[in-house]
């Protein structure tokens, strides 16, 4: 595995560790490093039986990692339920500033019908077809409306995951 | 799931929402996290489709989008007076998390009225986070600084679970029984 695979591989298993744990957790780090090592360790050793079958065999050691982890630390003492993410606290006040007026600036470009939308959509989890009921649009409306907030906060990502870069060098 | 998912921005988009809400099945679930820890393109749109659905949550919404938002959120919480004691319950399947409606219905019910003895029916709550917890005691505190009592009754074997674990149990008073929950009110006069 090339270094910048093994890298974009540690952002997911982050992010599925993350799900997993809390964003609070202080090992977060330790939990990403032990998944990345036994998955490297039994690829140089293997045990890897199709490429395809790759991201099914990192995510059942990662799940093995964690209920592991959450055995030594049941042990230990009580672990509390799942922490919500704190907001982009590793970044310095001006990049933080900034991406808050871009979120907003994001959030503002949306229409009241599309943040009626959106919300019923991620937040009420309301059915394709309830929404479309309710709103009146088609199909095909939906899916604009959602590709187009998307596609901003995607832009958002990209530019706090380059800001986090930066300020790590 | 690939298939469907490449073909099906919509369903795809649905699957995240119901991901990230912890509503998906464990099968589903980690059948998405097999897909998504070996595919790119769609682990990029799971973490475009947090950030959105995060400041969804958090963002102010508009005056006639909130009136049509309080109806629903209203309609899944309804009190009644037992005495002098007035008791919350949810009419439905409720969750307290971040992203549920149900917990801001809750909080805006106690935070916006003066009663001073509350009894909150938690048996329909399958459900509760941190956030959930914290509003719970915001709620507690409220009551309390308002020279109220607030109680809890009845919550299932997981909320109990995580109140008995975060040690809120023995802040907050809660019961099994609403006859014995009503009863211990009048000891306080």
């Known amino acids: 595995m090339a270094d910048l695979q093994i890298e974009k591989f540690g952002q997911k298993l982050r992010f599925r560790v993350c799900y997993e744990v809390g964003f609070a957790c202080p090992d977060i780090d330790d939990l990403v490093q032990e998944t990345l090592r036994r998955f490297l360790e039994a690829t140089r050793a293997d045990k890897l039986r199709s490429e395809e079958a790759a991201a099914a065999f990192a995510n059942g050691i990662c799940r093995n990692v964690i209920s592991e982890y959450r055995r030594r630390l049941y042990r230990d003492a009580p672990m509390p339920e799942v922490i919500p993410e704190p907001s982009a606290r590793s970044l310095p006040e001006t990049e933080q500033f900034e991406l808050r007026q871009a979120l907003d600036e994001a959030m503002k470009q949306l229409s009241p019908r599309d943040r009626l939308v959106l919300r019923a959509f991620y937040l009420e989890e309301q059915s394709t077809e309830e929404i479309l009921e309710r709103t009146g649009l088609t199909l095909e409306n939906l899916r604009v409306v959602l590709c187009r907030a998307k596609e901003r906060f995607r832009q958002i990502y990209s530019r706090s995951v380059q800001y986090r870069a930066a300020s790590n060098h | ?189």
């Open chain 2, 1 to 189: 799931m690939e298939k469907t998912f490449h073909t099906d921005p919509v369903a795809r988009e649905h699957t995240f929402a119901r991901y990230l809400a912890r509503t998906l099945s464990t099968s589903a679930a980690e059948q998405l996290e097999n897909h998504y820890l070996g595919c790119d393109e769609c682990f990029e749109e799971l973490r475009a489709t947090k950030l959105l659905i995060r400041e969804l949550g958090g963002m102010p919404v508009d005056s006639a989008v909130e009136r049509t938002l309080e109806n629903v959120m209203e309609s899944a919480l309804e009190s009644a007076l037992a005495g002098d004691v007035t008791v919350i319950r949810f009419t439905g399947s409720a969750q307290l998390t971040c992203s549920s409606s149900d917990l801001s219905a809750l909080v805006r019910m106690v935070d916006t009225r003066g009663d001073t003895k509350v009894l909150i029916d938690l048996q329909k709550v399958s459900r509760i986070d941190s956030t959930g917890l914290g509003m719970l005691m915001r709620c507690y505190t409220h009551a309390v600084r308002n020279a109220g009592v607030l109680k809890l009754l009845q919550p299932t074997p997981q909320v109990k679970r995580v109140l008995s674990l975060t040690k809120i149990d023995s802040i907050v008073p809660t019961f099994e029984d609403e006859t014995a929950a009503l009863l211990s009110f009048r000891d306080l006069g």
